[in-house]
């Protein structure tokens, strides 16, 4: 059973860049066919997608956040992990990793978010 | 870009009663990847409805999808206790790859 967990520094200074990792059950970060996104949730509004990375190492991000965004993937430590830099207060969200072990449309499995406060 | 509306915004029922919540594109969606999620406070949202209209694993069959293009429904068919949430959809394929729409709140009447 796929299993996701968000960990994150809880405190961002405004243009540092914010680094949150999510641990994977053991075993399914380098399976073939399971595709990795990161969604937020800033407060009081709705979720919006960040980025995916398929299985084959393809990465998708969302152009609204430009070029400020990374996710890399460490299959020896089943994590894998969102970079985002140049951070301002309009970064400050729950940001929840997620994926599916099938196709890309959308995520089965989520994790519980970690809130990440850029002030 | 892609623009999914969702609505309403809030939806005031009583447990049993049905629910109908609407989720309108901007363009149409690509090959029905429509889905729709069940969202708490404080937990993970949980996927609902994939491909516009089935069931993920584990979800009871009061809910149901339907519609195709740019127009689509979730209902709950009597609502329980555990069903008051905010409701999101969520579409892949157009500009950016991923869109929600900004969620139908289920409050108790």
């Known amino acids: 059973h796929l299993q996701l967990q968000e960990s994150g520094p809880g405190l961002v200074k405004p243009s540092e860049t914010l680094s949150v990792i999510c641990s994977v059950s053991?075993?399914?970060?380098?399976?073939?066919?399971?595709?990795w996104g990161w969604i937020r949730q800033p407060p009081g509004k709705g979720l919006e997608w960040i980025g995916t990375?398929?299985?084959?190492?393809?990465?998708y991000y969302n152009p609204s956040l430009g070029s400020r965004v990374t996710i890399s993937m460490d299959t020896s430590k089943s994590q894998f992990s969102l970079k985002l830099n140049s951070v301002t207060a309009a970064d400050t969200a729950i940001y929840y990793c997620?994926?599916?072990?099938?196709?890309?449309?959308?995520?089965?499995?989520w994790g519980q978010g970690t809130l990440v406060t850029v002030s | 870009d892609m623009v999914l509306t969702q609505s309403p915004g809030t939806l005031s029922l009583s447990p049993g009663e049905r629910a109908t919540l609407s989720c309108r594109a901007s363009?149409?969606?690509?090959?029905?990847?429509l889905a729709w999620y069940q969202h708490k406070p404080g937990q993970a949202p949980r996927l609902l409805i994939y491909?516009?209209?089935s069931r993920a694993t584990g979800i009871p069959d009061r809910f149901s999808g339907s519609g195709s293009g740019t127009d689509f429904t979730l209902t709950i068919t009597r609502l329980e206790p555990e069903d008051f949430a905010v409701y999101y959809c969520?579409?892949?394929?157009?500009?950016?790859?991923?869109?929600f729409g900004q969620g139908t709140k289920v409050d108790i009447k």
């Open positions: 363009q149409s969606v690509t090959s029905n990847f």
């Open positions: 491909g516009a209209s």
């Open positions: 969520q579409q892949y394929g157009s500009s950016p790859l991923y869109t």
């Open positions: 997620a994926a599916d072990q099938f196709n890309p449309y959308w995520f089965k499995s």
């Open positions: 990375v398929y299985y084959s190492g393809s990465a």
């Open positions: 053991p075993g399914y970060l380098g399976s073939l066919s399971t595709y």
